[in-house]
C-alpha cells in the first residue's frame, strides 16, 4: 500500500503512521471506509467485522508487581498524549476526544470516525499465547502464496485450518 501497489487493507491508527508519514508517495491520498457488509451475515452486521486486538503493552510474572502497574499508569494515564503520539496506538476511550492528541496527525481527521464505527463492530481477539503460531504467521503465508500462484485460495485456506487445529490440539484447548 506504501508504494501505491495496493488497493486495500485493513489498518490499524499505528498502521495508517507509514502511509500517512510525511514523505510517503501515499501520505494524504488514503481513503478510509469500513469493512464491507458480508450480505446476510448472521449478525446482521450493518459492517463487515473486524479483530479488536492488535499492539500492546504486557507486562508478565513479576515479582514487582506494584512497580508495574505504577509504570502501566504512568504510560497510559500520565504520559498518554506521548504515547500516542509515538505510536498513534490508543490506550484508552477518552484519548479519542483528547485534543492534544487529536490535534498530532492530520490523516485523524478522516481515519479516527470510520475507525471507531469499525471498532464499535468488532470483537475481541482472544488472549491466546499461541495466537501468532495460528494466525499471524500463516495468514502471512496464505497471502503470500496465494498471490504468487503457489497454492489456490483453498489449499492456502486448509492448510490454514489444519495447522490452527493442529495446534490447539497440541495446546489442549480441544479434546
Known amino acids: 500500500m506504501r508504494e501505491g501497489r495496493l488497493a486495500t487493507a485493513e489498518m490499524w491508527p499505528e498502521g495508517v503512521l507509514t502511509v500517512e508519514e510525511d514523505g510517503a508517495p501515499t501520505a494524504g491520498m488514503i481513503g478510509y471506509a469500513t469493512l464491507p457488509v458480508w450480505p446476510g451475515n448472521l449478525a446482521d452486521l450493518p459492517i463487515g467485522r473486524s479483530f479488536i486486538g492488535g499492539g500492546g503493552v504486557l507486562i508478565f510474572d513479576t515479582p514487582n508487581k506494584e512497580e508495574s502497574f505504577k509504570f502501566l499508569q504512568w504510560l497510559f494515564e500520565e504520559q498518554a ?13 477518552d484519548q479519542f476526544t483528547d485534543p492534544e492528541i487529536l490535534a498530532e496527525y492530520d490523516f485523524y481527521d478522516t481515519f479516527l ?30 497471502a503470500n502464496d496465494v498471490l504468487y500462484d503457489v497454492m489456490t485460495p483453498e489449499q492456502a485456506q486448509q492448510r490454514l485450518v489444519d495447522n490452527m487445529e493442529r495446534i490447539f490440539d497440541e495446546s489442549g484447548y480441544t479434546d
Not at 498524549?81 to 476511550?93: I, V, Y
Not at 470510520?114 to 496464505?142: I, K, N, S
Request: glycine share 6%; hydrophobic share 45%; charged share 20%.
Open 81 to 93: 498524549a506521548e504515547f500516542n503520539k509515538r505510536t498513534a496506538m490508543f490506550a484508552r476511550a
Open 113 to 142: 470516525p470510520v475507525f471507531q464505527e469499525q471498532m464499535a463492530y468488532g470483537f475481541p481477539r482472544q488472549p491466546l499465547a499461541e495466537w501468532g503460531a495460528v494466525m499471524y504467521t500463516p495468514v502471512g503465508e496464505f
